[in-house]
């Protein structure tokens, strides 16, 4: 592809990254069969490589984005399926991470949209305001569940077609009965290995996740710890940035990375540091990519490549590591939900699903397991329609597997696959640690 930007344009380094991953598109198309909004609305504009035309038009110009361009952007699920399928290696998330933040920085979107993404950004990031909000959430639940049982013609069009409106009953919808109670693990501190020392590791427990599903780092502790693991929840460190990166919001999500690069350094160079093991792979793709966004700032670039370079999903890592033999068989048949950001974000594919079926578990993969299931951060509450769509053909592929239980490696994928099926959703690391010798997962206790 050619481009036209201006030597003072490239003198701008994020320019000069944006033209680089322009000129390497070759038009091929190939990106358009894999990319879940195409597939779904058949508009070039809503593929990768229409948003790539649009991107490309936005940035030479150096103009406001327009309405028709955040559009489509907005609609992309940044998935990064079209990365996996690209084969001229378009690095097609930093472009349209830097079309999210022109966008932000150059466009003004109605008020309403304003006060729900400012909402998100407040709320998600942090645990104790998220934990807060949920009870809140709980009384909304009624009204969505009465909206949903009125038929569109019987409620005024406003209510109908209000997307505001729509947004706000996918939170409702997503949002789980009950608050969970805070973690043990929800304060800094050091876990020491069973027997031997082997490795000393950073787990990352986010900002959602600890909310939704403390149970998950739970499972990873006792996991890690059990093969010989000492596991360090290191003071300082939080949400990854990935929710606010993905609306734009570049202050508040290269706050949270330097906050997260500066804790994991200190332990890395303090006691030392194996890995900066992630259990949430959304946060992953990010923490991976904490180099490229802080390569401009000296202060951080050194130390944000060095934390890039050993952070590992804790399939990864453990994949590496062995798994110890399974001292109980269940015999249940799991199907296996590749998390986007795990297999397109990290290209990590194999290791899960050989880890599920090491510790005895038959384990079943669905029909396009290449598209996403529609959650993608915060994309299922600012885009619930074709999140749905997503959500309903991603279930029907994994009921058709008729398994026992569905695993995955993202709290995000958890929750929106869960909303949409009576299947218990929980996370490969809970059922690795229930073969290995931990409790029972809370979701297939009942």
Known sequence: MQT????AQLADPDIEVANGILRSCVHCGFCTA???????LGDELDSPRGRIYLIKDMLEKAKPATEQVVRHVDRCLSCLSCMTTCPSGVHYMHLVDHARRHIAETYTRPLPERALRAVLAVVLPRPGIFRLALLGAWYGKGLAALLKLLPAAALPKFVADNMMLKRLGAMFDLAPGTARPPSPLDKPQVIPAAGTRRARVALMTGCAQPVLAPEISEATVRLLTRHGVEVVIAKGAGCCGALTHHMGMEEPALAAAKANVTAWSRELQGEGLDAVIINTSGCGTTVKDYGFMLRENPLYKD???QISAITQDISEFLADLGLNPPVRSSGLTVAYHAACSLQHGQQVKQAPKDL???AGFTVKEPAEGHLCCGSAGTYNLLQPEIAGRLRARKVAHLEALQPQVIAAGNIGCMTQIGGGTGIPV???????????GGPVP???AG
């Not at 036209?4 to 030597?7: A, E, S, W």
């Not at 894999?34 to 779904?40: G, K, Q, R």
């Open 34 to 40: 894999t990319c879940p909004t195409y597939v779904l």
């Open 303 to 305: 130390e944000a490549a």
């Open 442 to 444: 809370p979701a297939l």
């Open 426 to 436: 929980v996370h490969s690391v809970e059922l690795l640690d229930w073969a290995t």
């Open 356 to 358: 599920l079926e090491a």
């Open 4 to 7: 036209n930007f201006t030597l």
